[in-house]
């Protein structure tokens, strides 16, 4: 019999490239369940994960700058739209699966702590067996959510997420086949991903007065643009096409455009993401963090989800308690448990 969702699979084999993933020839979920009616399996992840509580917290967790002053910086919400945006770009040109590259890129950031890079490196510090914000992104949809259940994504979009991140030196394409997502579309979020983010915390350094437009590094402006919309339009022209010149094997960027992106990356390490400002920030989060991580071992009962603690033990509880907080929570909770309350008289 055939259904709605039948007739949109089917639509996707008569559609898209050979090369992208097809919703009916997914690997399938952690947990086999009934299909929808009328949306094929990634559109109905997208869903999800839209409509995930981890999803809302994004809007009050630093991307770079610190409890923003200003209504106009980047939060992880929007750098997760733009890298959303950017994907899909990406994937329509090429013809891939648009919805199995939102569902990536909407998912992929999940994970991410309060505080930003100061916050993860703090978690880092502090957790036995370290941190990592994209396990924690796939901790997220495979059990947080849904009180316990998880999500239950497909395998595509699990390997998307679980393969997104670059860290400070990896390559954004052309990644070994550990680091490199199956599917083209999880490839085409990762190197979105980047782009995304070299472009707006430039914006958002020169909005700061972190940076001056005359700090850029001259070769990768020279090469890619001045404006944030011109390097964008540069840089996704360059994915689309250096991708479908190789017979969409991959995911590709030519070597000078590859180049000059990561110069900006490496620009940015050294004069926002670890610079002396970013540094006194972390003092911040490692003071908050570390304080909140003896608070909650000193009494799990208060603070954690008690059958977390009952299976993994009061370290991954309480990692995944404090990895989860947005900003504002960390900030609120400290003050309520570190700071005395002002003595206020009656009458
Ligand atoms: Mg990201």
Known sequence: MSTIRKDLEAREHEWLAAQAAKSDASRGRLRPEPEDPIRPAFQRDR??????????????????????????????????????QIARTVT?????????????????????????????????????GGFNHYEQSLRIVDRLENDGRGLNL???????????SKGKRGAPVGATDANRSTALEGQVARVADIIAYVNHDIDDALRAGLLAESDLPTGPIDLLGRTTSE????????????TLAAGLDQVRMGDGVLEALLGLRAFLFD??????????????????????WEKVHAKPEAFLD????????????????????TDRYAVGLYEQLFIPKPWVELG
Request: one cysteine or more; a negative charge.
């Open 231 to 242: 390097r964008i339009g540069r840089l996704v022209t360059d994915v689309v096409e250096q």
């Open 154 to 164: 497909t395998w595509e979009v699990r390997d998307g997420i679980a393969k997104h």
């Open 47 to 84: 869903d999800r994960i839209v409509h995930c509580k981890a999803f809302r917290r994004l809007k009050h967790k630093t991307q770079v700058f610190f409890s923003p002053a200003g209504d106009h910086y980047r939060t992880r919400l929007t750098h997760t739209l733009e890298v959303s």
């Open 271 to 292: 004069t926002v993401y670890e610079n002396s400002d970013a540094t006194s920030e972390f003092h911040k989060a490692s003071g908050i963090l570390g304080g909140l």
């Open 92 to 128: 329509k040109v090429l013809r891939l699966h648009e919805e199995l590259t939102e569902a990536i890129a909407l998912g992929h950031d999940l994970g991410h702590t309060p505080f930003g890079h100061a916050g993860e490196r703090v978690l880092r510090q502090l957790i036995p």
């Open 306 to 325: 008690q059958q977390i603690v009952d299976d993994e033990g009061v370290d991954v509880a309480a990692r995944d308690f404090l990895a989860g907080m």
